[in-house]
């Protein structure tokens, strides 16, 4: 079946110039089109010179009198409208040109969630279509991106780049076909994922992590952190049936990143699917408890706190001890370490069985 393409000018034509060429030809004069059609030589006149439209009801009247059908002038009409406001569009674009600098537009070209260019005026345009707004000057209203623009843990925070940051995750979570989020699931599914830390290296687990966390219904997006954002996680959901953990690559230590990772699924098990939760070192009064009980999940699912009490009051902290207890438990025993620098039970210094992991995205 054949599809027909319309192609727009961006020149807008008003339709009443053609309007004047058809009189023209049949040698009728606005006066005379004005008592034939019965309306007023002035409505004539203003549809020629394009400052009145052509109505449905108008355009059936010229094919009567003119004989030009009437869906030719609806065209005509629709056409020049649309043109006219594309062009006074791009008028309010250019005031957005503005904000283009407070986005890391580089960084989401790199991720390919806009299109690589040097333009203001297409990045602004652009920038539009990933956030799925009219103006960029609508964000700070908009829903989804309300948590981005509260943050004020810092004054140096660039809140349309945890905006951008927040936006990307959502994106990318779109293309994960998860299963429908299961509480059950993801609960008999902690062991596995807490089984996954004793792997070196993110090539060794993070595939498996990615499709455990996908068959209960948790998108996990792990990219770069994005300058002045200062946040290392965030969840929130993507509809009622799937769940988004979103972790920022800002420092590479790995119990760190297993602490977060479970601290972000106790928001998940925990607390309300409308909040969103974003991670930026700094205590929000009224997300305090939320947060505290956050931590209390990933301490208790990471290191039993019998065992961990036992392990401490019975004193030795040298790396052996850390290395048994962990094989112990069944962990990495760098988590080991960084709990006990958490407590300041041994110095910051001392890295017992920490590394560093180096992700490949």
């Known amino acids: 079946m054949m599809t027909e393409t319309h192609f727009m000018s961006d020149l807008a034509i008003p339709p009443g110039e053609y309007l004047e060429e058809v009189l023209a030809e049949l040698e009728l004069n606005q ?3 004005a008592r034939r059609m019965g309306r007023p030589a002035q409505a004539i006149n203003e549809i020629i010179r394009g400052e009145k439209a052509i109505t449905p ?14 869906h030719i002038w609806s065209r005509l009409e629709s056409d020049f409208r649309l043109i006219q406001a594309n062009l006074n569009e791009r008028k309010e674009a250019k005031k957005e040109e503005v904000l283009v600098t407070k986005f890391p537009y580089s960084l989401l070209s790199k991720l390919g969630l806009v299109e690589n260019t040097n ?22 209203g908009v829903k989804d991106y309300g948590p981005a623009f509260r943050q004020d843990s810092k004054e140096e925070l660039n ?35 807490r089984e996954l830390t004793k792997r070196n290296e993110p090539k060794e687990f993070f595939d498996d992590l990615r499709s455990t966390l996908c068959a209960c219904g948790v998108s996990l997006i792990v990219i770069p952190h994005f300058p002045k954002t200062y946040t290392a996680g965030a969840t929130f959901w993507s509809g009622k049936d799937k769940a988004v953990v979103m ?30 939760f974003l991670e930026d070192g700094s205590h929000h009064p009224g997300r305090k408890k939320q947060e505290e009980e956050a931590d209390r999940f990933a301490q208790v699912a990471l290191i039993p706190p019998s065992e961990f009490r036992e392990f401490v009051c ?8 850390i290395k048994d207890f962990a094989e112990t438990i069944g962990i990495d ?25 180096k992700f490949e995205l």
């Open 31 to 33: 006066a005379e089109l």
């Open 57 to 70: 009801e108008t355009s059936i009247q010229l094919e009567k009198v003119v004989g030009v059908p009437a």
């Open 247 to 276: 972790m920022s690559l800002r420092g590479s230590w790995a119990d760190i990143f297993w602490f977060s990772l479970f601290h972000e699924l106790g928001h998940i098990l925990l607390h309300d699917k409308r909040a969103t």
């Open 159 to 193: 809140h349309e780049a945890l905006a951008a940051w927040l936006r990307a995750g959502t994106v990318l979570s779109k293309r994960d076909s998860c299963a429908k989020f299961s509480k059950k699931a993801l609960e008999q599914a902690i062991p596995k994922i």
């Open 314 to 321: 019975a004193g030795d902290l040298s790396y052996r001890a």
């Open 333 to 357: 025993p760098g988590i080991i370490t960084g709990r006990l620098q958490h407590e300041r039970l041994i110095p910051y210094t001392i890295h017992y069985g920490r590394v560093r992991y």
């Open 119 to 140: 333009s203001k005026i297409e990045r602004v345009e652009n920038l539009r279509s990933f956030f799925g707004v009219s103006s960029l000057f609508n964000l700070q």
